[in-house]
């Protein structure tokens, strides 16, 4: 059961919640299986795209989420809405309210941005990464990828490797994969990894090769050229002498582990082409689970939501979204 | 609303008398004439044959203190005045029992030249309510590159020069200082952080802000700075403030410099007493303050500090911001939470807790700032203007930011309960905040 209005992060998200929108997931990966891919769960909803950071990735995967539930999305750039002329988020987020939205999904560089969207207007508001803070459906995509290949998150050792400092991926993850039962540990320079990443329950470890030992999964994250202007390390050839995900660096995992990268990669810095056209690397499967987690997020929060209003409390021990949707089909 | 001479006199009868000079309390009455205390004695109506001829504010069961002094407030005018006037802040100080502020220079113009100051002065003398005491910037424009005017500033009345917001990042420049600021027997007051290491953090660097995702400032930012300046204070043989003092190591350099000899004070503002990072849970903007609130070790080891006498002060650092300053993305969000109406209550909860007795609590209030800042004011004794608070004790209060007087409502405390309340409010024996029914009128 998922019975929260917003989804603004994976911390404090309980097990139970995190499974049912996987399981939800996974029955909307069907979808884009199909010739027609097309539901009509959110037919006539209108689904915001605020974006006030470029991304490609996450802004296609949530269009093509909402267009596949039939809703109908608008994309809002930093750069075509007003905040260029000075808007405040605030008012921004206001003046879209009055028009009715069925859904927000913002990203926004400063951690917190959806949380004030959250206090300032009434429809549901999805994180879609704010600043070094989170990227839930991001999280949500990797432990369903997980999932698939390992049949189980609980046990695994997860090793994430790169800049966590800056990482709004680590940070769900690491509250995601905790949270399901999973061993987790950061990787990378103590510059990258301060030490009070322990306390929130990551294992910390700077050595590339003895962080990657037995590991189940290994998560590579990107590496921001403009962070590595010598202030954090050096160069970024020194940082992929000594963090770049080589073949011989994933012979330390396990022999079964896969490699998931949330994109874009940086081949040749932090990850090998070689891995990341390998056999273990999952990254394209991420891709297309992104798509079915975004679409059981916005059927949660906008679909479900209004079945529950109407039909009372019966509707929310329906466990599967797409019989009826296909039905309807 | 100023007093004929037939009515300038004022009893007040029966209140718990503290004398925070001496750190002693009795039950007494005072005379009030022409603005002065003419007398402290035990049943003053009988022996003066007063009784019913003079207004009298009875104040048996109440405490009475000398005003308060906040020798850290941000007053914002000249330049913001969308956010506090001289009037309004100075309207909130006496509705908080504060009868002195001292007020930082980070003004628009900045408070670097005599003029600034003179206007500064003659607002508040229009506004007729707490006296104010401005500070003087140490370098011109705040910009940390060449002194300010601190002779012709001095004459115009500053007490204390300061670049508060801004630290001085230039070690010889905060010497020179150091060393001007001694021909006029006046403090340099410290913002001490390290730019280099705040590095645009908007909080605590620690647990909460990795978890927060929030760019964090290290307590070492605060405590190199301490360091170098109790150093630069040493090499000087200067007076040396450090403004809201917030971390345990920066207290522990404090100790240190006070034992080897060097004229060190340190203020700390009630919400590094009262909250720790925490508070910024939510992304709560009224949370965010420079120095930012830090952890329960600093909050305890500030407490301890305090009442060993290691920090001399608890200081406001009123910071009045504009609602539309603060309701917006905790990155972009302005610092600091205003302070001046819950700086009383926060104090006396100190005694509540068993950590002060209740005339040191006063006196990190009253004398002990007048003291740092050469202040005629914070005493109450025979012949001194008569600033005085009468206290309700056991007054208990909820604070709402709507409510405040202040023309911003960034409080930290919005909320809380709170135990104790100034009553009234008299600055050179004219009632300037008065909460009893029937107030004023019952005192003329």
């Known amino acids: 059961m998922f019975e929260r209005r917003h989804l603004l992060g994976l911390e404090g998200v309980s097990a139970a919640e995190i499974a049912f929108l996987l399981d939800t997931a996974e029955s909307f990966k069907e979808v884009s299986e199909r010739e027609i891919k097309k539901v009509p769960t959110l037919r006539g909803r209108t689904v915001v795209n605020l974006f006030y950071e470029n991304s490609t990735r996450t802004r296609t995967s949530f269009e093509i989420a909402a267009k596949r539930l039939s809703a109908d999305t608008i994309n809002l750039s930093a750069s075509s809405s007003s905040a260029q002329k000075g808007e405040t988020l605030t008012d921004t987020a206001r003046n879209l309210a009055a028009m009715r939205p069925d859904a927000i999904i913002v990203r926004h560089p ?4 959806p949380h004030l969207l959250a206090r300032h207007v009434d429809c549901p508001i999805i994180n879609g990464g704010d600043g070094a803070h989170e990227h839930p459906t991001q999280a949500l995509l990797d432990l369903l990828t997980i999932r698939s290949h390992k049949g189980q998150i609980a046990g695994l050792t997860v090793a994430i490797v790169g800049d966590l400092l800056h990482s709004r991926v680590a940070r769900s993850n690491l509250f995601g994969l905790r ?5 987790v540990r950061f990787v990378g320079p103590p510059t990258l990894v301060p030490p009070e990443f322990a306390d929130l329950g990551a294992e910390l470890v700077n050595d590339l090769h003895e962080g990657l030992r037995d590991a189940d999964v290994i998560m590579m994250l990107r590496i921001q050229r403009e962070r590595m202007n010598g202030r954090y390390f050096s160069s970024l050839d020194e940082y992929s002498r000594l963090y770049c995900l080589s073949g011989e660096a994933v012979a330390k995992a396990r022999k079964d582990v896969i490699i998931l990268h949330p994109g874009p990669m940086n081949r040749g810095v932090e990850i090998s082409s070689t891995v990341a056209d390998g056999p273990y690397s999952v990254i394209m499967d991420q891709v297309t689970n992104g798509v079915a987690v975004r679409m059981a997020a916005l059927y949660v929060l906008v679909g479900r939501r209004r079945e529950i209003e109407s039909a009372g409390e019966d509707a929310v021990n329906e466990p599967v979204p797409l019989r009826r949707a296909a039905a309807a089909e | 609303m100023s007093l004929t001479a037939q009515d300038a006199q004022l009893l007040i009868t029966g209140g718990l008398i503290i004398d925070p000079v001496q750190r002693t309390q009795r039950v007494a009455d005072i005379l009030i004439r022409d603005g002065k205390i003419v007398a402290i004695d035990e049943n003053i109506p009988a022996q003066a044959k007063l009784r019913g001829k003079v207004p009298t504010i009875d104040a048996a069961g109440l405490v009475v203190a000398p005003g308060l002094v906040d020798m850290h407030v941000h007053l914002r005018e000249p330049g913001f005045e969308y956010k506090e006037t001289i009037a309004t802040g100075t309207r909130a100080a006496v509705a908080g029992g504060v009868t002195s502020v001292a007020c930082m220079a980070n003004t628009k113009p900045v408070n670097d030249c005599p003029s600034v100051t003179r206007y500064i002065l003659e607002r508040a003398k229009a506004a007729q309510l707490a006296r104010v005491h401005p500070i003087g910037a140490v370098s011109v424009s705040l910009a940390g590159e060449q002194l300010a005017e601190f002779a012709g500033m001095h004459e115009a009345g500053i007490v204390a020069v300061s670049d508060d917001g801004m630290p001085v990042m230039d070690a010889e420049l905060m010497r020179r200082a150091l060393e001007c600021a001694k021909m006029f027997d006046i403090p340099v007051i410290d913002h001490a952080e390290d730019k280099t290491l705040a590095a645009g953090g908007v909080m605590h660097e620690g647990a909460m802000s990795l978890r927060l995702g929030l760019r964090g400032v290290p307590a070492a930012a605060e405590d190199v700075m301490v360091a170098r300046d109790v150093a630069l204070a040493g090499l000087a043989k200067g007076h040396l403030h450090i403004a809201h003092i917030s971390s345990a190591g920066a207290l522990e350099t404090v100790r240190q410099a006070r034992s080897a000899g060097i004229h060190v004070t340190a203020e700390v503002s009630p919400h590094h007493l009262w909250l720790t990072d925490a508070a910024v849970e939510g992304y709560n903007t009224n949370a965010k303050m420079n120095p ?19 920090i001399d002060v608890v200081a406001t650092d009123h910071a009045p911001h504009h609602k539309d300053e603060k309701d917006v993305e905790f990155d972009q969000a302005a610092h600091g939470v205003v302070g001046l109406e819950t700086l009383l209550p926060l104090t006396l909860r100190l005694v509540h807790d068993g950590l002060l007795d209740l005339p040191t609590a006063i006196a990190k209030i009253t004398s002990e700032p007048a003291r740092i800042l050469r202040l005629a004011a914070g005493r109450l004794e025979v ?14 209060w909820v604070v709402s930011s709507e409510s405040l007087l202040s023309k911003s409502k960034n409080t930290a405390f919005d909320g809380w309960k709170m135990r104790g309340r100034a009553l009234v409010t008299l600055v050179d024996g004219r009632i300037v905040h008065d909460l009893r029914p029937n107030g004023v009128a019952a005192a003329r």
């Open chain 1, 179 to 183: 949270t399901m039962g999973a061993r």
């Open chain 2, 383 to 396: 012949g001194v203007p008569a600033d005085l608070v009468v206290i309700d004790p056991d007054h208990e």
């Open chain 1, 110 to 113: 400063s951690a917190g941005a």
């Open chain 2, 292 to 310: 930012p609130l830090r952890t329960e070790e600093d909050r305890q080891a500030l407490r301890a500090a305090l009442a060993d006498g290691t």
